[in-house]
């Protein structure tokens, strides 16, 4: 095998429902770059050996997905400060001197799809509801924090899951009782679903939306389906509604850019691809 053809993957299980494959390698051809995008059934155990072994075989890096997001802090070598903040990784980076260097990219995705989609969203223009507390949760609070909303509000099925959002992220979060979630909703300028709530085969979104304002920008995390009953149900108040695939394309783009060196754009033709269409 030839060392010149660069080779990036993504480790998970199951795996086989992944989109990334089908992104990186349209951008792979988009772009004309020789390289192969392949996804990995890796189980626990093999994990390390795993990541030992893939530098060595011409691989730039890998995604990581479910359930290695939180294993990988502790195989690789550097952990940017954000990765570390979120407590996962989804994109490694094998450097040349061997080492391993672990991103997290969710929150740029998040924040970037909510840029591209309602271009005049302003995270400061006033508090956020964040509706859960799980692993995307936390990738969705640490960059709101960061791109300086005023507050965020967090309800979560399970509380000591928010509680321990608003432990490590401080004074800005307050955290609503799960049958309160409804009432965090109003007056909120940003109301995001990280829940897996209205997902194929998931249960149903029921949080009454009564307080949500028509100038508040919604977007939804799950993105099977596209249009999801809560994004529906906030289009119908007025709000500017954004779906939940521009979070998944753009958290891809930092990761391709640094293993085979062109910035991807996120545009209709992507979206496409992802779709199948
Ligand atoms: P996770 O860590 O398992 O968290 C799941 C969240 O959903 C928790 O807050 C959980 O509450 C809540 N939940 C699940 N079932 C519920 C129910 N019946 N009633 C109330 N709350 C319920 O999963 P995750 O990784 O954060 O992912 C969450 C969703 O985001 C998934 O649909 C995933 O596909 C999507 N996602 C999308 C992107 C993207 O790029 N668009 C990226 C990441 C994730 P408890 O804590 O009480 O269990």
């Known amino acids: 095998m030839s060392d010149k053809i660069p080779l990036a993957g993504v480790v998970g299980s199951p795996i086989a429902h992944s989109k990334s494959p089908l992104l990186q390698n349209h951008w792979l051809r988009t772009y004309g770059i020789e390289g192969h995008y392949i996804p990995m059934d890796v189980s626990q155990s093999d994990l390390k050996s795993v990541l030992e072994i893939l530098p060595k075989i011409g691989f730039v890096g890998v995604n990581v997905t479910i359930p290695h997001k939180e294993t990988v802090l502790g195989l690789a070598d550097l952990v940017t400060d954000r990765a570390a903040l979120i407590g996962a990784a989804n994109t ?26 309602a271009p005049d969203w302003d995270a400061a ?20 924090v960061e791109v300086g909303a005023p507050e965020i509000r967090i ?3 399970t509380r000591a899951r928010a509680d321990a959002l608003k432990a490590e992220f401080g004074a800005k979060i307050t955290v609503y009782d799960w049958v309160q979630a409804g ?13 897996s709530l209205g997902m194929v085969g998931k249960s149903e979104f029921r949080v009454p939306l009564d307080g949500l304002s028509p100038d508040a920008v919604v977007t939804d995390l799950v993105y099977t389906p596209l249009r999801t009953k809560f994004l529906e149900a906030a289009e119908a108040v007025g709000c500017t509604t954004v779906d939940g695939l521009g979070m998944l394309l753009h958290q891809a783009a930092p990761g391709f850019e640094r293993w085979f060196g062109v910035r991807p754009e996120v545009n209709e033709a992507t979206r496409n691809v992802v779709l199948g269409l």
């Open 92 to 117: 490694l980076i094998f450097r040349k001197d061997g080492k391993i260097h672990a991103d997290n990219t969710d929150g740029y995705g998040f924040i970037q799809n909510l840029r591209q989609n």
């Open 125 to 144: 223009s006033g508090p956020a509801a964040v509706i859960g507390a799980g692993g995307a949760a936390r990738a969705v609070v640490a960059s709101l």
């Open 155 to 157: 309800s979560n099925r």
């Open 183 to 195: 009432n965090m909703i109003e007056g909120a300028a940003t109301v995001v679903n990280t829940t």
